[in-house]
């Protein structure tokens, strides 16, 4: 079955706007990574969340590892946060990077 | 502190050519990964190195990829013959990774090979 679930899979919005985007995952991933993926391709790294919340600037990120998903907010949005999150985490016993098909926002001026 | 470098950055080739990717990971990172990435999808593991050590190349197509991170550092993958399927972008990613605990990967820029 699907390891790791990205939704949505689009997200057009103006800039300023406040975004979520979330990833669900099965029982047998855990240890979530955000990534964006810029438009030159760089998979650029945002958090390292496993459990709990990390902020970052206008970035923050909340895992509830027990409900097996991960949210992504994008607070006062800009069009250089345009391009494809990507959600992953890791198959237990295998250290094995599994990765959600990926949201792609497009943050228009 | 120096990202993971890749290169070439772009690689066009016709079909049945060979093609070979480099890779240097973050100074200090044991763990590296290659990955593949098709077009509107996440990257794929290909292999994952312990050192020199291949521990998990499960997902390498092994008729036609080849690997080797001889050193323990750097890393090249292979492709002989290229197909036109191989098109695709290939990923390279290191972490400070022991066997017995997960740490984060950090990427490098991609190399994009089109194959006519």
């Known amino acids: 079955g699907i390891q790791v679930e990205q939704s949505p899979p689009d997200l057009i919005l103006q800039e300023g706007a406040n975004s979520t985007l979330r990833c669900n995952f099965s029982?047998?991933?855990?240890?979530l990574q955000w990534f964006h993926q810029n438009p030159w391709g760089q998979l650029i790294n945002l958090f390292y969340?496993?459990?709990g919340t990390k902020q970052n600037g206008r970035l923050s990120a909340t895992t509830v590892a027990t409900e097996r998903y991960s949210l992504l907010y994008i607070s006062s949005s800009q069009t250089t946060d345009s391009g494809v999150y990507f959600c992953?985490?890791?198959?237990?016993?295998?250290?094995?990077?599994?990765f959600g098909q990926g949201t792609r926002l497009t943050i228009n001026p | 502190e120096a990202g993971v470098v890749q290169s070439p950055r772009y690689k066009i080739i016709e079909k049945k050519q060979p093609v070979a990717f480099w890779c240097n990971p973050i100074?200090?990172?044991?763990?590296l990964y290659w990955y593949l990435q098709n077009l509107g999808q996440g990257p794929e593991l290909l292999i994952r190195?312990?050192?020199?050590?291949?521990?998990?190349d499960s997902q390498l197509p092994k008729d036609r990829f080849s690997a080797e991170r001889l050193k323990g550092v750097d890393s090249t993958l292979k492709i002989q013959p290229a197909e036109l399927g191989d098109s695709a972008v290939y990923l390279c990613?290191?972490?400070?990774?022991?066997?017995?605990?997960?740490?984060?990967?950090?990427f490098g820029p991609g190399t994009r090979l089109t194959v006519l």
């Open positions: 990613a290191s972490s400070p990774q022991r066997r017995s605990s997960y740490n984060e990967q950090f």
């Open positions: 029982d047998s991933v855990n240890n």
């Open positions: 969340i496993p459990s």
């Open positions: 992953a985490g890791l198959i237990q016993g295998a250290q094995k990077l599994v």
């Open positions: 100074s200090g990172h044991n763990t």
């Open positions: 190195y312990e050192n020199e050590e291949a521990v998990d």
